[in-house]
C-alpha cells in the first residue's frame, strides 16, 4: 500500500476534544487509499514504523525520520506484506518482533 488513512488508535481511552495520536511502536486502525486494489476500502490493522515528529529517547536524545511509515498486520501483529522499504524505528523492532525480522 503506498497510502494509509489512520481511523483510530488502539489503546488510547482518550479525553474530552482530544483527537488520538500514534507514535512509533503504535498499532492504528486504518484503511488504504492508495495501493493495490484488493487491499483499498477495507478497514484493517497495522503499525507506525516511522514518524516525522520528534520523540525523545530513554537515553535523552531526540530522533526523528525523514517520512510516516506504517505496515498493515493481522490482529496478532504478523505482517501482510513480505517486506519493509527504509528504516523502522528501534522502538517498534522492540514491541513488534515479527515486524523486526522483516526489517
Known amino acids: 500500500a503506498k497510502n494509509l488513512y489512520v481511523i483510530a488508535v488502539q489503546g488510547i481511552k482518550g479525553r474530552l476534544n482530544r483527537l488520538p495520536a500514534a507514535g512509533s511502536g503504535d498499532m492504528i486502525v486504518a484503511t488504504v487509499k492508495k495501493g493495490k486494489p484488493e487491499l483499498r476500502k ?7 514504523i516511522r514518524q516525522r515528529k ?10 526523528y525520520f525523514e517520512d510516516n511509515a506504517g505496515v498493515i498486520v493481522n490482529n496478532k501483529g504478523e505482517m501482510k506484506g513480505s517486506a519493509i522499504t527504509g528504516p523502522v524505528a528501534k522502538e517498534c523492532a522492540d ?8 526489517a
Not at 477495507?42 to 507506525?48: E, G, L, Q, R, Y
Not at 520528534?54 to 530522533?63: E, S
Open 42 to 48: 477495507k478497514v484493517m490493522p497495522a503499525v507506525v
Open 54 to 63: 520528534p520523540f525523545r529517547r530513554k537515553d535523552g536524545v531526540f530522533i
Open 95 to 102: 514491541l513488534w518482533p515479527r515486524i523486526a525480522s522483516n
